[in-house]
């Protein structure tokens, strides 16, 4: 039986080393499949802990996020006090130049001209607000001219002065020519 045994063996000898190899081959691949599978899992855990670890960060600067975002907001209501406001462009030139009229009055000035002059490329309108330019020219005393800056200053709506020129007009007076920009917001 023993001798049966081993013919049988020596007989199918190569199959068993053939069947014994296709099973090496088989536990090889599927080890490397199980590390393949293992190393993604912890790719994966890597990539959800710096993810998590993102979100902490954020989470952290949310309350001085939230604070600038308060600081901007109040910000822009105190901007938007200093615009000029109408339903259009013609109504806020109207009410600028009405508000300039007041203004040299009460700085003893006498208005020579006022009139809109075109914006350059860069001054045009924003998506925030738009611009008017115009150019004064006023004849008065010196000291005039002083209060009615300090009036611009302190009045409730900006006006940029861009550029100014003062010269000597009599013997107390000054020839003031003044180019100025007001900003609005239809609406």
């Given at each position: 039986m023993i001798e049966r045994l081993r013919d049988a063996f020596a007989l199918h000898r190569t199959r068993f080393i053939l069947g014994g190899v296709a099973l090496l081959l088989l536990l090889v691949n599927l080890a490397t499949y199980g590390l393949d599978r293992y190393r993604e899992r912890l790719v994966s855990i890597d990539n959800r802990q710096s993810f998590l670890a993102r979100q902490r960060v954020t989470a952290a600067r949310l309350p001085l996020i939230k604070e600038?975002?308060?600081?901007?907001?109040?910000?822009r209501r105190e901007l938007e006090k200093l615009l000029f406001r109408g339903r259009s462009e013609e109504e806020i030139s109207s009410?600028?130049?009405?508000?300039?009229?007041?203004?040299?009055?009460?700085?003893?000035?006498?208005l020579e001209s006022l009139r809109?002059?075109?914006?350059?490329?860069?001054?045009?309108?924003?998506?925030?607000?738009?611009?008017?330019?115009?150019?004064?020219?006023?004849?008065?005393?010196?000291?005039?001219?002083?209060?009615?800056?300090?009036?611009?200053?302190?009045?409730?709506?900006?006006?940029?002065?861009?550029?100014?020129?003062v010269q000597y007009h009599s013997e107390d007076k000054v020839k003031v020519s003044l180019d100025l920009k007001g900003f609005y917001r239809l609406g």
């Open positions: 600038k975002l308060f600081l901007q907001e109040t910000q009410s600028i130049q009405v508000m300039l009229q007041r203004e040299l009055a009460a700085a003893n000035l006498t809109p002059r075109p914006e350059s490329a860069s001054g045009g309108p924003t998506a925030d607000f738009s611009t008017v330019a115009m150019t004064l020219q006023a004849v008065g005393p010196l000291d005039g001219f002083t209060s009615f800056l300090a009036a611009l200053y302190r009045a409730e709506q900006f006006l940029k002065v861009e550029s100014f020129s």
